[in-house]
């Protein structure tokens, strides 16, 4: 009887992403101070495998930070409630996302995490002015007045930074989270 067994290869595509996940929750976690040797561990490779696909701490850092802007457009975009067919679909998305349940954006835009870490990488200025400017356009093209949408965003942003704060609290938030869903309804 011939033996069959599956051979598991790595995806080039998979092991950077489990090395990016790995990386950004260490540094949530652990700040600055988490070691390539912890997110190689973590990340089930070796540290020259981690090595392979980022060559430098300052490569991981730039890529946690590319890494992290997809991961809150696909958070965001999973947000949008695709029956509402009015303008501010993607704002309410957007709210929804920063100011709901997810374990993501309250580890990641907790002021002692990620950000902490990743100090002043050169670079990341030009990564978040694109990003910026992508937001800005998806904003205006969603159908609410731009200066609302300018409000509503960055509350949406204070509050979600805020969720690790004692001075928030759930029921608090709750009712910041509706008027701001509020706010993206256009009156006709």
């Known amino acids: 009887m011939e033996r ?78 695709l029956s509402e067919n009015r303008p501010g679909k993607l704002l309410r998305g957007y709210v929804r996302a920063l100011t709901g349940d997810s374990e993501y954006f309250a580890n990641v835009l907790d002021p002692s995490g ?32 731009y200066a609302r949408a300018l409000v509503v965003q960055h509350a949406a942003e204070g509050l979600a930074v805020a969720r690790s704060s004692p001075y928030l609290t759930d029921e608090a938030l709750a009712l910041a989270r509706a008027e701001l869903l509020a706010m993206t309804e256009v009156e006709a």
């Open 4 to 81: 069959t067994e599956q051979v598991v290869t790595r995806d080039k595509e998979r092991t950077r992403r489990a090395i990016l996940d790995a990386a950004e929750k260490m540094f949530s976690e652990h700040g600055s101070k988490a070691s390539l040797a912890e997110i190689a561990k973590a990340a089930g490779v070796t540290q020259s495998g981690l090595r392979h696909h980022f060559p430098t701490r300052e490569s991981l850092l730039y890529g946690v930070v590319e890494h992290s802007i997809e991961r809150t457009w696909a958070e965001v975009h999973s947000c949008v409630d």
């Open 114 to 145: 990620l950000s902490a870490a990743l100090g002043n990488l050169p670079g990341l200025e030009e990564l978040f002015a694109r990003d910026a400017e992508k937001l800005r356009a998806a904003l205006a093209a969603d159908g609410i007045p």
